[in-house]
């Protein structure tokens, strides 16, 4: 009967014990949170007081408002590049060190074996030696440039109280900032704006060696009805072949069926890089003054692609020089903006700036490849990847006249890869000269000049004139098209330099007054034929963004703001009808989930993306299952494993209406009896991805499915850390195929309306705060004015901090 007492002593001893151990162990976890704390407090910027900065030729004043935006005032160009350099590195360094790490292909060196495949990819462009070669090629003034640029970044990295956190988290050291790394900044652009591996060019001569040619022009037209270029008219869809030409039926049976598998997020993949910007003459304008819009579409991250800046200096004709919007930070100049005279800005072109090269190998030596000066060996280079925590990476380069050897094609023959990208004089500083233009004319000489990826370039100057042309460079191509990949060992097919400035193709006040780029066609003829074809989007967002324009008169900024905010689903329309029509009475009859969609599409349409929708989900849905099952099937690919497919053009949308409206019985899938069948496969395929996880239909809204989440870096490998580094999750309107485009990690990286001269009356909102520090107050600042489209002002606020920094001696 004593032992039960006798036990209490020692359990309380153990009680005792573990709360002691436990009381330890938050001690621990508290000290560490506090040096934790400490450590990443003391990297935080300076926003006030005085900096002594060696370099400057007279103190420099930075005002920033309440969003953190910079108004950088300066004695002369230079000082005003040391001191962005100086704030870029103190807000922005790890973002810096990326892009110039992803470029020249050594991100495993801080992240470790998890990033050595894509280093490998792009260490095959051995771009840190060419940047070394444009840093010595380029004239003293650029040289200038850059070096007090890189000296304000060196400047700024130092004088925080510690290195920036993503550097303590990876247990890593941050790497000085050199002049070639702004140019390394640039190639980042290159791979996020341009089509490295070629692979649209492979997949058409895919189909161009697998399909006949009738076929593939119907496959892979250059345009549909939805075109709506500058200049131009809209392209018609080909003709649909008939059997005698091609026949599903009579295909292999090894490659007849398709499979319907759900595609990920609902059978469309995330959109690729794009942008829209339009201009509209001061004749068409409230207050007769040209206004600009422009929003570029990105990849969204934390910290946000661009950093805002507003730099006040002389402008060396006895007056002051105010140019304001964004920049990249890594580079010493704004990207687009306003300088008061003309305001600019960029879409992604999707010109033709790669090309694939097929090699013609000597049967007697692998090594050797035909060229037309005859054989030569090729280049090889050994190339090492450091890596950390991990032995380094060796691996071979093998490089052509033409570009770097980056693989086979579906018949084994070995490719070389042709891009803008690998020539020095495809990139420059010219853009800087972008501050100073003040007339239209000026601004587009500049552009012609520049060396960036090639974008559309829209302007508008005080005039009240607008204009578009390509900033960038364009290849001088001879004997082809492009379109397909081909063999250079003749000679016949070449690039043949660059095209001169005066050459490039230019639109200036054309008659409607309205200019207008979303990444599709905007010219045609002999404009066209210059720049190629490197996959343009389908007109359908340029389509509805001119009709915008087009219905309005005495424009202003909100009006502008209200086109970028359009979510109206007019491409859908015509697929809705066409699912109501296959769902009909008899279709939907003994089927539930089929009478339910039908009732949803038919009753709750909004005709908009909008974030409670749940039909235009579904008809989305359903477009992207059919064009999933009718292209895989035409194309032989139903024995292909779903990650190796090559996927549909979005010029395939006129295709895919013809086939789907016409129902041709020589393209329907011979596991069908009709194309009703077929049809409502599609709508099945729907039906089954939505019904997966037990949830009503009307629950399965587009905001499910456009549930926007702007992550750091850190969290994508270490999710625990996205509540700390994350925007907060949310539901947002828009899609592919209207003018607000939005996906779940992809939209508009800025949105700005102005005015030039009038920048007072101007629209700036992004999806990230200033700072890339989650401790300081604009981290994520400003963000809710971009989910919700407010008009919060392009120029910066009243100073709220003040620092000034001054000449060392």
């Known amino acids: 009967m004593a032992r039960p007492r006798r036990k209490r002593p020692v359990l309380r001893r153990v009680f005792l014990a573990l709360t ?35 370099g400057l030729a007279a103190p420099v004043a930075i005002e920033r408002d309440e969003l953190g935006v910079p108004v950088i005032r300066a004695a002369n160009r230079l000082d005003a590049a040391r001191a962005l350099g100086f704030l870029h590195a103190q807000d922005r360094f790890f973002q810096m060190d990326l892009l110039r790490r992803q470029a020249a292909g050594e991100l495993a060196e801080i992240f470790g074996p998890a990033a050595v495949k894509v280093d490998r990819r792009h260490r095959v462009h051995r771009f840190r030696a060419l940047a070394e070669r444009v ?167 934390v910290p946000n692609t661009w950093y805002r800046a507003s730099i006040v200096r002389p402008d060396g004709l006895g007056g002051t020089l105010q140019v304001t919007g964004v920049t990249l930070p890594g580079t010493p100049t704004v990207a687009v903006g306003s300088n008061g005279h003309v305001a600019w800005g960029f879409t992604n072109s999707y010109g033709d700036w790669t090309d694939l090269v097929e090699l013609l190998i000597d049967p007697k030596d692998p090594d050797v490849y035909r060229t037309p000066d005859g054989p030569k060996r090729f280049d090889k280079v050994q190339e090492r990847i450091r890596v950390k925590g991990g032995k380094d990476d060796l691996f071979e380069v ?11 094609d579906h018949l084994g023959r070995p490719r070389a890869l042709a891009w803008t990208a690998h020539f020095p004089e495809a990139v420059n500083l010219e853009i800087d000269q972008l501050q100073t233009a003040r007339t239209l004319e000026e601004a587009m000489a500049v552009a012609n000049r520049s060396g960036i990826p090639p974008q559309n370039f829209t302007v508008a100057d005080e005039t009240g004139r607008v204009g578009w042309t390509i900033i960038g460079k364009i290849p001088r191509r001879v004997g082809f098209d492009g379109r397909t990949p081909t063999s250079w060992a003749d000679g016949s097919h070449r690039w043949d330099g660059w095209l001169a400035p005066e050459e490039y193709p230019r639109i200036v006040n054309p008659p409607s007054g309205r200019i207008w780029t979303a990444n599709a066609r905007v010219v045609d003829g002999e404009a066209l034929r210059v720049l190629g074809n490197g996959g343009y989007d389908l007109g359908a967002r340029a389509w509805q963004i001119r009709e915008d324009l087009m219905a309005l008169e005495r424009v202003t900024p909100r009006d502008l703001l209200g086109i970028q905010l359009d979510d109206r689903a007019l491409l859908l329309e ?137 992550q750091h870096p850190l969290s994508l ?93």
């Open 574 to 710: 015509r697929w809705r009808g066409l699912l109501l029509r296959a769902l009909s009475p008899a279709a939907a009859k003994g089927h539930p989930g089929r009478a339910e969609m039908r009732r949803l599409v038919e009753t709750t349409w909004t005709n908009r993306a909008s974030v409670g929708s749940a039909a235009y989900r579904m008809v989305r849905a359903f477009r992207g299952f059919l064009e999933d099952e009718v292209f895989t099937s035409i194309t032989g690919q139903g024995d292909v494993p779903e990650e190796d497919r090559y996927r549909a053009a979005a010029q395939f949308e006129g295709a895919l209406w013809k086939i789907a409206t016409e129902r041709p019985p020589n393209l329907l899938d011979p596991r069908y009896g009709s194309w009703d069948q077929e049809i409502l496969a599609a709508v099945d395929a729907a039906l089954k991805n939505f019904e997966s996880q037990g949830r009503s239909l009307a629950d399965r809204t587009w905001g499910e499915r456009n549930t926007v989440r702007i």
């Open 20 to 54: 002691a151990l436990i009381v330890l162990l938050i001690l621990v976890l508290a000290a560490g949170g506090f040096w934790a704390y400490d450590k990443m407090r003391a990297s935080l910027p300076r926003l006030d007081g005085d900096q002594r900065l060696a």
């Open 135 to 301: 840093l010595a090629a380029s004239p003293p003034q650029d040289r200038a440039l850059l070096a007090a640029y890189t000296d304000g970044v060196n400047a700024g990295l130092s004088s925080l109280g510690g290195k920036p956190f993503e550097y303590l988290a990876l247990r890593v050291d941050p790497a000085r900032w050199r002049p070639e790394d702004s140019i390394l900044a640039v190639y980042a652009m290159f791979f996020e704006l341009n089509d490295d591996v070629g692979r649209r060019e492979s997949a058409l001569g895919q189909l161009r060696d697998t399909l006949p040619a009738p076929m593939l022009e119907l496959m892979a037209a250059p345009g549909t009805e939805w075109d709506a270029p500058v200049v131009g008219s809209a392209f018609v869809t080909p003709p649909i072949p008939g059997p005698e030409v091609f026949d599903l039926h009579k295909r292999p049976a090894a490659r007849k069926a398709a499979s319907l598998a759900p595609p990920a997020d609902d059978g469309l993949e995330e959109a690729a890089a794009g942008s829209n910007n339009w201009a509209v003459s001061g004749a068409h304008t409230a207050d007769g003054n040209a206004l600009l819009a422009n929003d570029m579409h990105l990849g969204l991250r």
């Open 717 to 809: 490998a270490v999710p625990l850390l996205g509540h700390w580094l994350d925007v907060p999750a949310r539901q947002l309107p828009g899609d592919e195929n209207m003018p607000r485009v939005q996906g779940p990690a992809f939209g508009a990286s800025e949105r700005m309306v102005v005015s030039p001269g009038h920048e007072e009356t101007g629209i700036f909102h992004m999806p990230g705060g200033q700072s890339g520090h989650p401790l300081s107050p604009y981290y994520q600042k400003g963000v809710d004015a971009w989910q919700e489209g407010k008009a919060t002002p392009f120029l910066p606020g009243p100073p709220v901090h003040r620092l000034r920094l001054v000449p060392a001696h």
């Open 398 to 408: 093998k490089e052509t006249i033409w570009g770097p050897v980056i693989g086979e």
